[in-house]
């Protein structure tokens, strides 16, 4: 008997085959290291693990590339490769079309991607998953209860709402017949594994069962991290919040950037002088290739991919729901802001470089982050579409973004792309660096040395040092590259500033979470609490250090006449 539950609790557990849904980012790297891990829970023999992904036009061919031992995963991705090609090998990983196969799996994980429209949830793919796996799991072998853990990103109730519903409307009730738990990744593309591995991880259910189980079996895996149990509503709330706070600071910096740049301030030194006040410090302003993690965080030609963009927003979605207008949230106000970045990209080369329209301008990296093939909501597609409205020829160039990509075919660039380095810059009048992929680092001086026609370079992501342009008769415009020191009367109002939107981020949430308890907690174990959320969110990696709601509120005054919105907006919080 795989699963046995005695009063809410497990007396007996074995894990002899595992199924995984969608290996994309998440799935992938999930599969393959349970495959690695030769999961033995309750059993002599290591659990093998069943891939599942539908024929889809885009998508069905990692079905394939799976089975002859490939990981589906471009970019760059350290071990993922030959972690596939082994498990592959020992016939503990496999893939397939048919959620058939999962019909004796005595866990699932559903890694399919989740999304947003309007103010609410997508979960079109999601639910059309499920709606293959419920009848499956309701035909499972007598007396095995399937754990079933959700890695997606949840907008926060979903698994005490719709999602608990939709099993319960197959046939299948929750702590009855199956055990809901979620687990929110936190991958990052370029470091799938090592994330997986060396990440703490929030391991959550609807009920203590389902948490205990999730915990055991991510044991296996998570093998220099710490798996911190909880409910689910607390993990859906902490794993939005982490990018809606992420989305929060990357506005503020620019918010400040942008007052730096027309002052010709140097962003780069204000904000490590900032982060050392705040004790919040990182590398990210001195090497282009480190994940920015500090306080104050980095400006860049936009906010893209696929969570921050959204994430803020699913936190907010059943307060919006209910016929809250927002308009009092800083996460929201942030939104805009970084809305906002490719336009203002633009504004900074046109004040440097004036009309560029007949310009030849080649675009420098078009995924949303770097060294990744990822190109979902890539501000650089947004930023080339503005260039092209101006006039400008554009090329698009990068060295993984794939010859027919989807979104630069949507964005109707497609046969403006290319992956070949030197034809790209050759003929451009300037280039515009948006991503600082490790080629272009290294590449830093062959970027600038052009073509002949060179005329101008415009670095939004903080790829070029003074040093590299010395000599040139180039026009340069950095985001962030002013040249003068930040006076200390600036370094105080910009520590002071964010002292003000950190606390007001903390009010935010812990009135949403007062909120979501009233109307989606229907036990005292599904319950949110704020201290809770604050102490998880500051495991986040990349951190998420929530403020302290009640902390005194800081003087905070014009600097010459300046007062970031976000400022403004966390003062009346
Ligand atoms: N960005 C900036 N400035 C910064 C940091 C990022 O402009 O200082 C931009 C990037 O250029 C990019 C966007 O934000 O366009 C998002 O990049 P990211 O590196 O912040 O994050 P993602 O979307 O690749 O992954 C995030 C991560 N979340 C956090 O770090 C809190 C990752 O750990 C999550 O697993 C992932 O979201 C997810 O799936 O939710």
Redesign the pocket.
């Known amino acids: 008997m795989p699963l046995q539950l005695e009063g809410g609790r497990i007396v007996r557990w074995e894990v002899r085959h595992i199924g995984v849904i969608g290996p994309g980012?998440?799935g992938m790297p999930m599969a393959a290291l349970l495959a690695r891990a030769r999961v033995r829970e309750g059993s002599e023999e290591p659990a093998r693990v069943t891939v599942v992904q539908r024929a889809s036009p885009t998508s069905g061919w990692k079905v394939a590339a799976i089975n002859r031992g490939e990981s589906p995963i471009g970019g760059e991705e350290p071990d993922l490769q030959d972690i596939v090609a082994n498990a592959v090998q020992e016939g503990l990983l496999r893939a397939t079309h048919e959620m058939e196969a999962l019909r004796d799996a005595d866990v699932v994980l559903v890694c399919v991607q989740t999304d947003r429209a309007g103010n609410a949830p997508d979960y079109g793919p999601l639910f059309e998953a499920l709606d293959l796996l419920i009848p499956v799991l309701r035909g499972r072998p007598p007396g095995n209860v399937p754990l079933v853990v959700f890695e997606s990103?949840l907008a926060p109730s979903s698994m005490a709402t719709v999602i608990r519903e939709r099993f319960a409307a197959g046939g299948l009730v929750d702590g009855r017949d199956c055990l809901l738990a979620n687990s929110?990744?936190?991958?990052?593309?370029g470091r799938l594994v090592e994330?997986v591995e060396s990440s703490d991880k929030l391991v959550a259910g609807l009920t203590p069962a389902a948490v205990e189980a999730v915990r055991r079996l991510y044991a296996w895996i998570v093998t220099r991290g710490t798996l911190h149990p909880t409910n689910s509503l607390t993990a859906e709330v902490v794993?939005t919040l982490?990018?809606a706070?992420?989305?929060v600071?990357?506005a503020f910096?620019?918010e400040i950037a942008r007052f730096c740049d027309e002052h010709d301030i140097a962003f780069f030194a204000l904000r490590d002088r900032v982060n050392l006040l705040l004790a919040q410090g990182d590398d990210?302003s001195h090497d282009p290739t480190a994940?920015?993690t500090g306080g104050l965080?980095?400006?860049?030609?936009?906010?893209?991919?696929?969570?921050?963009p959204k994430?803020g927003i699913l936190l907010w979605w059943r307060r919006l729901e209910s016929g809250d207008n927002g308009r009092s949230s800083l996460i929201l106000e942030a939104r805009r802001i970084?809305d906002e970045?490719p336009a203002y990209a633009l504004r900074l080369a046109e004040r440097a470089l004036g009309d560029l329209s007949g310009w030849a301008v080649t675009v420098l990296g078009v995924a949303?982050?770097a060294d990744?093939e990822?190109t979902r909501?890539?501000?650089s597609l947004v930023l080339a579409r503005l260039l092209r409205e101006r006039g400008a020829r554009v090329t698009l160039h990068d060295p993984h973004v794939r010859p027919r990509d989807v979104n630069v075919v949507r964005a109707g660039f497609v046969d403006d792309l290319d992956r070949d380095l030197v034809r790209a810059i050759r003929g451009a009048d300037l280039l515009f660096a948006c991503?600082p992929h490790r080629e272009y680092v290294l590449a830093r001086k062959t970027l600038l040395g052009g073509g002949p026609r060179l005329r101008g370079v415009v670095d939004a992501?903080h790829l070029f040092r003074p040093e590299d342009l010395r000599g040139r008769r180039l026009v340069f415009a950095g985001l962030g590259q002013g040249r003068r020191d930040p006076e200390e009367g600036l370094v105080r109002f910009v520590a002071e500033g964010f002292r003000v939107v950190e606390r007001a981020v903390a009010r935010e949430v812990r009135g949403l979470v007062d909120f979501l308890n009233e109307r989606f907690a229907s036990s005292s174990f599904e319950r949110a609490v704020f201290e809770e959320v604050r102490r998880l969110a500051g495991t986040?990696?990349?951190g998420?250090r929530i403020g302290e709601p009640d902390a005194p509120l800081p003087e905070v005054r014009p600097f010459q006449g300046f007062l970031p919105r976000l400022v403004r907006v966390g003062l009346l919080t």
């Open positions: 980012i998440v990103t929110p990744n936190r991958v990052m593309p994330r794993k982490e990018n706070y992420r989305d600071r990357i910096a620019a990210a994940v920015p965080l980095v400006p860049t030609v936009g906010v893209g991919g696929h969570c921050l994430d970084n970045s949303y982050r990744s990822d909501n890539s501000p991503v992501c986040c990696v990349t998420c």
